[in-house]
């Protein structure tokens, strides 16, 4: 069992997969590698939406304290394929395909258009108790044109339901609020609207 904070999570499974809802129709799939510095993420998300597709592969790699330090996304749409990188040196500070990116300074997580894995990540790092919330800024990366900004949002930890922790999610560039629920590794089961967990 590893302990962030005030949480316990079990151990990650090797692979999980969730299936798109409500906004656009689709499949993630993502695999978890355990090494001494953190952990290494690779995985893929597929996309429709308003008649648009897409592809996006990411590799990802957070440390110990599940601190985003790399990430790497290559997506394919009809009209082009792009990739990026974002980096950081652990200091909530990040760089964009290798130049610096002061609009992100304070952020601590890569949030991935269309993935439901990265919403693992701020309550992994967070390890916030029953009652607590905090703002939880983060890189997010546009899958459609490969834009990366800041996008600002909050965790709220509300009281377990069946065995599952479940927080208050919010995120008011996009006027969203829901309840997310996790399961015992950390990884979400139900993103309203959004997705659920397939495997």
């Given at each position: 069992?590893v302990?962030t904070?005030?949480?316990?999570?079990?151990s990650?499974?090797?692979g999980a997969c969730?299936?798109?809802?409500g906004?656009?129709?689709g499949?993630?799939?993502a695999?978890?590698?355990?090494?001494?510095?953190g952990?290494?993420?690779e995985?893929?998300?597929?996309?429709?939406?308003?008649?648009?597709t897409?592809?996006?592969?990411?590799?990802?790699?957070?440390?110990?304290s599940?601190?985003t330090?790399?990430?790497?996304i290559a997506?394919r749409?009809t009209?082009?394929?792009?990739?990026?990188?974002?980096?950081?040196?652990?200091d909530?500070?990040?760089?964009?395909?290798g130049?610096?990116?002061?609009?992100?300074?304070?952020?601590?997580?890569?949030?991935?258009?269309?993935?439901?894995?990265?919403?693992a990540?701020p309550?992994?790092?967070?390890?916030?108790?029953?009652?607590?919330?905090?703002?939880?800024?983060?890189?997010?990366v546009?899958?459609n044109d490969?834009?990366?900004?800041r996008l600002?949002?909050?965790y709220?930890?509300v009281?377990?339901?069946?065995?599952h922790?479940?927080?208050?999610?919010?995120?008011?560039?996009f006027?969203?609020?829901c309840?997310?629920?996790?399961?015992?590794?950390g990884?979400?089961?139900?993103?309203?609207?959004?997705?659920?967990?397939?495997?």
């Amino acid at each position: 069992m590893v302990k962030t904070g005030a949480v316990e999570f079990e151990s990650l499974p090797l692979g999980a997969c969730w299936q798109h809802q409500g906004l656009r129709v689709g499949f993630e799939v993502a695999y978890f590698r355990i090494e001494q510095s953190g952990i290494e993420i690779e995985g893929a998300t597929t996309g429709l939406a308003e008649g648009a597709t897409w592809i996006a592969s990411y590799y990802l790699q957070v440390d110990k304290s599940w601190r985003t330090r790399f990430a790497r996304i290559a997506t394919r749409t009809t009209a082009e394929t792009f990739e990026r990188t974002v980096e950081s040196a652990g200091d909530a500070t990040w760089m964009i395909d290798g130049q610096p990116a002061e609009h992100l300074d304070g952020c601590w997580d890569v949030d991935l258009e269309s993935s439901a894995m990265t919403n693992a990540l701020p309550v992994h790092r967070l390890g916030l108790g029953i009652g607590e919330s905090t703002p939880s800024p983060a890189v997010y990366v546009h899958v459609n044109d490969g834009m990366v900004d800041r996008l600002e949002q909050t965790y709220a930890r509300v009281e377990d339901r069946a065995g599952h922790q479940c927080y208050e999610y919010e995120a008011p560039e996009f006027d969203f609020r829901c309840q997310l629920t996790y399961d015992r590794s950390g990884l979400v089961l139900v993103y309203p609207g959004i997705a659920i967990r397939a495997g």
